[in-house]
């Protein structure tokens, strides 16, 4: 389901997610939404880096994701980090609350999105957190391969 997301309007993204942990399987999942946070999603100022999802009585939730207020909101404006709901199938839930309490796994959100219908997604992660040493050795792969593309391209 990953490549589905590069195809809509991308609202946020967590780019660190792929750095931090391993990425075992991805899941797209509605959210409800309350009075003005659609505006304010469509003006694109969220952020999702510091967010994760849970399973709580039988219910995914997408915690601390920012939604700024909406600028030209009145006195129902919504509050900014709330627990937002995730819209998922019975079976997807019980296959990540297993995963969770099982292998120690987390949920991580990688991306939200508007999809073709204007509804918007959250892209989430079944992961597995990295330790120090394999962040280390996936960095150290990228210089490498930033310094040979360099070389070639000096050479060729």
Excluded: C
Excluded at 18 to 43: P, Q
Excluded at 120 to 126: D, G, S
């Amino acid at each position: 389901m990953a490549n589905t997301a590069s195809k809509h309007r991308m609202i946020a993204e967590n780019r660190k997610a792929r750095f931090e942990f391993y990425i075992e399987d991805t899941f797209e999942a509605g959210i409800v939404l309350h009075g003005t946070e659609v505006k304010s999603l469509r003006d694109g100022k969220s952020t999702i880096g510091e967010s994760y999802a849970e399973i709580r009585n039988d219910e995914a939730w997408l915690v601390n994701a920012n939604i700024p207020e909406y600028s030209h909101g009145n006195r129902q404006n919504h509050e900014p980090k709330r627990p937002r709901k995730l819209l998922m199938k019975r079976r997807e839930i019980d296959k990540l609350g297993g995963a969770i309490q099982r292998q120690g796994m987390t949920l991580v959100p990688l991306s939200m999105y508007f999809d073709d219908n204007g509804r918007a997604k959250v892209e989430l992660a079944l992961a597995k957190g990295k330790q120090l040493h394999d962040k280390r050795a996936v960095q150290k792969d990228r210089d490498w391969k930033r310094d040979k593309a360099r070389l070639l391209r000096e050479r060729g």
